[in-house]
């Protein structure tokens, strides 16, 4: 509801304005940590999540891109994949299995 609310709040100002619209990238609005993980929070080692940050960040504009987001999940190994690409991966898995046993 909130959400809709900022919609209709942002698009009556876009609206009254006159001239070409502008490109609008949203506001930063910061989140809350979950509160499931929160207690986590300060055992993270800072340094080292920025450097892990900036790995994926490969444009170096200080945000992850969905691009660089998925790079990152494909290179960790969270992609949530295709059940045909799952079933690929599967009979690859079942034939080198089965190469080690030669």
Known sequence: EKFV???AKNLEA???KEGPAEIFTGEKVEAAPSK???KRYQAVDED???AFFDKFDTDANGTISF???VDM???LGIAPLK???LKKDE???QMHAEAERL
């Open 5 to 7: 609310e900022w919609v």
């Open 14 to 16: 876009r609206m009254a």
């Open 36 to 38: 499931k993980l929160r």
């Open 48 to 50: 080292a999540m920025k």
């Open 67 to 69: 691009d660089e987001f």
């Open 73 to 75: 999940t494909l290179d």
């Open 83 to 85: 059940a045909e690409e």
């Open 91 to 93: 009979v690859r898995d």
